[in-house]
C-alpha cells in the first residue's frame, strides 16, 4: 500500500524539479511560469480552473515526450515527469483552487457538523454491518489514513489518502472473506463500511477535498480502482449529508431524539474546553479541528458588551489554547515542508 509520505511517491517530483533547473529545460518552464501567471487575470473559477488545468495538463505532456530532456524515456518516465508537473502547479495554485468559494467553505462546515452529531449516537448496526466484519484495529487505521488527507496540497497525495483508507477496508473484507469461507458482496459491505469509517474520521473539509480531487487530479488517472474507490467516497459524503431514519435502519422518532440529544451534548461539551477528555483520539482530535476552525466557539454571535467576566476568563482560556496549538502546529508544518519549499523555491529563482 503505497503511502503519501513514502518513499515511492516522492522521486518523481524531486527529479521533475531537478530537471526544470537545467538550462535544457528553460522552455518547459516559460511554458509553466506563463500558465501559472495566467490565471492571475480571471476570477477564482474552480470549474473553469479544473478545465484549463486538464488541458495543460495534456499538452504538456506532448511537449515533454518530445523534449531533450526526456529523449528515449520510457512511458513511466513521462508518467513520472507529469505526476511531478501536477504536484509543482497544484501546489503553487493551491489557495487559488482548494475551498476557495463561500459555497465550499458552508458545505464543509455543514457536513463537518452533521458528521459531529452521527459520531455520537451512529453505530455498525445501523449500517447493517454484520458482526462478522467487524474490526476495530482495520477501522481505526483506515480512519488515520482518511484524516491525513488535509496534510498535503496534490491531488494524487489526498488521492492516496483515500486509496490508502479503502484498500484497509479491502483487505479487511478479503481477509474475513478467505477466513470464514464467505463470499464477498462487493458495495454492498464495502460501502457501509466506509461510511461508518468517515463518520469516526470527519474528515476536515471532506466535501472540498473531494472536488479538488476530481478537478484537479489528472483525468487518465481516475479510472479503475482509483475510480472505484473515489466514486465509493462521494457516495459516503451524499449519505452522511442525506442521512435520515429510514437509512440508518430507525424509526424516525427515534432518530430524531438521538439528533437533538447529540445537538444538546455538542452545546454542553462546548461550553466546557475540558469536555473533550476520555473520548476515543480520533474523535478528540477532530472536534479540537472544528473548534480551530471557529465553528464552535460559544462567543462566536456575542456582542462584546454581553460578556459577564467569567465568559472573558473563559474566551481568554479558548484564545491561548488556540494560539498554543497553532504555535506548535505551525512549528511542525514548517519541519516538515521545509524541503520541498526550497526546492520550489530553487526553481523559481533558477
Not at 222 to 239: P, Q, R
Not at 282 to 311: N, Q, V
Request: one cysteine or more.
Amino acid at each position: 500500500m503505497e503511502s503519501p509520505t513514502s518513499a515511492a511517491s516522492r522521486p518523481d517530483f524531486y527529479d521533475f524539479l531537478d530537471r526544470m533547473r537545467r538550462p535544457a529545460a528553460a522552455d518547459l518552464f516559460r511554458s509553466i511560469k506563463s500558465f501559472l501567471v495566467s490565471f492571475s487575470f480571471h476570477e477564482p473559477n474552480t470549474e473553469e480552473d479544473g478545465s484549463k488545468v486538464q488541458a495543460f495538463f495534456t499538452e504538456m505532456e506532448g511537449a515533454i515526450r518530445d523534449h531533450p530532456l526526456w529523449a528515449n524515456a520510457t512511458n513511466q518516465e513521462i508518467d513520472h515527469a507529469i505526476e511531478g508537473l501536477e504536484k509543482y502547479i497544484m501546489t503553487k495554485m493551491f489557495d487559488r483552487t482548494f475551498g476557495a468559494s463561500s459555497e465550499d467553505a458552508i458545505t464543509d462546515m455543514e457536513i463537518s457538523e452533521k458528521i459531529s452529531l452521527l459520531q455520537q449516537f451512529v453505530k455498525p448496526h445501523h449500517l447493517d454491518i454484520p458482526k462478522v466484519l467487524h474490526n476495530e484495529a482495520s477501522w481505526l487505521l483506515a480512519v488515520k489514513e482518511l484524516q491525513k488527507i488535509n496534510s498535503f496540497k496534490a491531488p494524487r497525495e489526498k488521492l492516496l489518502c483515500i486509496m490508502s483508507c479503502c484498500q484497509v477496508i479491502n483487505n479487511l473484507l478479503l481477509n474475513i472473506s478467505m477466513s470464514n469461507d464467505r463470499t464477498l458482496s462487493g458495495a454492498d459491505e464495502f460501502l457501509p463500511i466506509l461510511i461508518y469509517i468517515t463518520i469516526k474520521a470527519n474528515p476536515p473539509q471532506l466535501h472540498s477535498n473531494l472536488k479538488f480531487v476530481q478537478l484537479f487530479r489528472r483525468e487518465t488517472k481516475l479510472v479503475s480502482e482509483v475510480e472505484y474507490y473515489l466514486t465509493n467516497l462521494i457516495s459516503a459524503k451524499m449519505f452522511i449529508i442525506d442521512v435520515n431514519a429510514r437509512s440508518l435502519s430507525m424509526e424516525e422518532s427515534e432518530f430524531q431524539k438521538h439528533m437533538e440529544s447529540a445537538r444538546l451534548a455538542t452545546k454542553i461539551s462546548v461550553a466546557s474546553p475540558s469536555s473533550s477528555q476520555g473520548l476515543p483520539t480520533y474523535t478528540r482530535a477532530h472536534k479540537e479541528e472544528t473548534d480551530l476552525a471557529g465553528c464552535r466557539f460559544p462567543f462566536m454571535d456575542s456582542e462584546t458588551e454581553s460578556l459577564s467576566p467569567g465568559e472573558v476568563k473563559q474566551l481568554h482560556d479558548l484564545y491561548r489554547q488556540v494560539v498554543t496549538r497553532y504555535t506548535l502546529l505551525s512549528k511542525a508544518l514548517r519541519k516538515l515542508s521545509i524541503d520541498e519549499d526550497q526546492l520550489l523555491s530553487s526553481v523559481d529563482d533558477s
